[in-house]
């Protein structure tokens, strides 16, 4: 004989596992947090030193220096220690007839919630794959927080490392 009982949730029943619910969130949503702002660093840091390898490879092919600097329209350099605007990996083509022109070869676009330091006037490698001007270092950290960050250490022979922790 069939019952006539309806089965389902009861409203309390709802309302506790929406509390339950939103407790958990509530605990697991810094720490997600956390992890993302982890991440932005290691790309953001990553892509840099891809950059600063690229810049590296095109002055030792020879055709002249190569570099990366900080720039807003990616069409230009621009004179500012804040990096988090984009930059782009340059190179110099000589031309016949002695002319110097400065090449595009890759643009990196503005980095949201990133805080970038880089050197004022940017990277430049010589032909040999020397950084032209001696050492230099980038600091990423995320813009809203102090912690995680990461230093980018260029030595005078050109060669890149990645250090956990603000520069000193």
């Not at 720490?31 to 660093?41: D, E, G, I, K, T």
């Not at 930059?87 to 990133?114: F, L, S």
């Not at 010589?126 to 995680?148: I, Y």
């Amino acid at each position: 004989m069939p019952s006539n009982r309806q089965t389902g949730f009861t409203l309390v029943e709802l309302m506790i596992a929406v509390a339950v619910l939103a407790i958990l969130l509530g605990l697991a949503l810094p720490s997600f947090q956390a992890s993302m702002r982890s991440n932005r660093v290691a790309t953001t840091s990553n892509e840099l030193l891809g950059s600063l390898s690229l810049a590296r490879t095109e002055a030792i092919r020879g055709l002249g220096p190569a570099g990366v600097c900080a720039s807003a329209d990616g069409a230009a350099c621009t004179a500012t220690t804040d990096w988090a605007n984009g930059w782009i990996v340059w190179r110099e083509d000589r031309a016949a007839g002695g002319v110097t022109t400065r090449t595009v070869v890759r643009y990196i676009q503005p980095k949201q919630r990133m805080a970038i330091v880089g050197p004022n006037d940017g990277m430049q490698f010589t032909t040999q794959g020397r950084a032209q001007g001696g050492a230099d270092r980038f600091g990423v950290a995320p813009a809203d927080a102090v912690a995680p960050a990461r230093c980018l250490m260029i030595n005078a022979t050109g060669q890149a490392r990645i250090s956990q922790g603000a520069c000193v």
